[in-house]
Each structure stands twice: as C-alpha cells, then as structure tokens.
C-alpha cells in the first residue's frame, strides 16, 4: 500500500496495527502515509548537503539542533554527513517508526 515500504517498517506496522479494527487501519494508513519518509528522498537530502545545505534531512526528520549544527559545521566538515548516507536506512527506519507510533495513538484516540 505504501511505496518503499522497507521489511522493518512493515513488521512495525503490522505490530502496532495488529489490533485495530479494520476501520481505524484504514485510518491509520491514511496518516502515516503522510507523515513517513523514504528513504531516497532524505538521501537526496544527505547529498545536498555536500553542496550547500548541510543537515537539510536532519532538520526533516525533526532533529533540529543535529541539523542547525550540521548547517554551521557544514556536516562537521562533512564527516558527519557521510556517517549519515552510511547510515541512511537506520535513520529513516527510525524516524517512520516514531511516525507510525505517533499515528497510532491519534487513530486510538480517535476511537
């Protein structure tokens, strides 16, 4: 259902929607397809930085000093942003869970 759906983030989903009804799934689908990363575009992102804006897809995925840092370090002189396109995958993965958490808890609220 959703494109770049990567296995982690699918076992993810499947965990935190396993009781829910088919209704509030549907829901919840709906909210964390708008709230999700892939993970081309923050490595997109990554890329940039080494042509300007450092930490651009820090400050995407919410960590906003890492990436005003990244900005006036220009990604720690750039070793930053290369430990980051190394470590892309774990990054989004993280950054959809907390996403997919944070849907979960409107559509339960909203039951």
Do not use: W
């Not at 770049?4 to 989903?13: K, N, R, S, W, Y």
């Not at 919840?28 to 804006?53: D, H, P, T």
Request: proline letters at 2%.
């Amino acid at each position: 259902m959703l494109p770049g759906l990567q296995p982690d983030e699918l076992q993810t989903i499947q965990d935190i929607t396993r009781d829910m009804t088919e209704d509030q799934q549907r829901q919840f689908i709906l909210f964390y397809s708008g709230k999700r990363k892939e993970e081309q575009s923050l490595m997109i992102m990554a890329i940039i930085g080494f042509f300007g804006v450092a930490g651009i897809h820090r400050l995407v995925t919410g960590e906003t000093a890492l990436g005003i840092l990244y900005l006036f370090t220009l990604g720690f002189c750039g070793v930053g942003t290369i430990i980051d396109l190394v470590n892309i995958k774990r990054l989004t993965l993280e950054f959809n869970q907390k996403k997919a958490i944070e849907a979960a808890q409107m559509v339960r609220m909203m039951a």
